[in-house]
Nanobody
């Protein structure tokens, strides 16, 4: 049974930082591309960042480039999202997702497994 469990969300002031973690189990983690998505109230879920299997290649949505960093530790079956210079518009529920692939994947339906989400709230 595959499980993805996010943690690290919370309330932070604008300009602050948070680090999200996602621990995976029940799968061979190193064979999966990983992604982070987010869903703000009243909006559709959107792609945030992706990392390929080795962790050496990453990609981001334009709105977070230079502020967010995705990384992974295959030995710990975990993926992370370091979020700096947070803005109120980053407020959302953040989800990690896994896809049996070694490509950059930007669409929800490309991912097979999802976590339950963690709330990030940025106050102005």
């Amino acid at each position: 049974q595959v499980q993805l469990v996010e943690s690290g969300g919370g309330l932070v002031q604008a300009g602050g930082s948070l680090r999200l973690s996602c621990a995976a189990s029940g799968l061979t983690f190193s064979r999966y591309a990983m992604g982070w998505f987010r869903q703000a109230p009243g909006k559709e879920r959107e792609f945030v960042a992706a990392v390929r299997r080795s962790g050496s290649s990453t990609d981001y949505v334009d709105s977070v480039k230079g502020r967010f960093t995705i990384s992974r530790d295959n030995a710990k079956s975990s993926v992370y999202l370091q979020m700096d210079s947070l803005k109120p518009e980053d407020t959302a529920v953040y989800y990690c997702a896994a896809a049996y692939s070694d490509l950059y994947l930007y669409r929800e339906f490309d991912y097979s497994y999802w976590g339950q989400g963690t709330q990030v709230t940025v106050s102005s």
